[in-house]
């Protein structure tokens, strides 16, 4: 009869190890089917890069501090690789009478990346190699870049310039 106790003791014990590993198996799989949602519950909502969807403060205060006033501001049209969005800014002292003259252009373009930034910027240097004598400065702050133009003459693309760089934004030459 002792043979037939063990055989039913080991019998017992094999089931209990077998029912403890596939109990051990079913946590598991439930862990792992939880744990993205635990991930995707717990990330915070906004991302890590500006989103260009509304005014930007930096535009506004560039125009207090050179004497303009933000006479219009639309969504651009992005065709650029990464580039999220866009905002075209016209800025001048007087919204009753733009003329070219007096206009101070600022296009606002967020990008998803510094690296699809840096791409775009390189992308621009070699298509409009005369910017510069075009009355345009370029702005980085972030993941956005900022281009002023005007006419050339116009100084107030230059004191936009100095408020951004004030704001932090860097200049890219």
Known sequence: MSKN???ES??????????NKAFTIIIILCFLGVMPILIWAS????????SVSSSSPMVKSAAAAAGLQICTQENYPVNVPGGQSAILYQL?????ALTSAN??????VGFIST???NAAIAT????YQNWKTLNTEVYTSE????????????????KIGASFEGDGAVQVI
Request: net charge negative; aromatic share 2%; proline share 5%.
């Open 92 to 96: 001048s002292p007087d919204c009753s």
């Open 10 to 19: 080991d019998q017992a014990s094999k089931k209990s190890e077998s029912s």
């Open 124 to 127: 621009a240097r070699n298509t």
């Open 143 to 158: 993941y956005t870049v900022l281009i002023v133009q005007g006419s050339p003459g116009n100084e107030d693309v230059q």
């Open 5 to 7: 106790n063990k055989s």
């Open 115 to 117: 690296d699809a930034m």
């Open 43 to 50: 990330l915070p909502d906004s991302s890590s890069h500006t």
């Open 103 to 108: 206009t101070v252009n600022v296009l606002v």
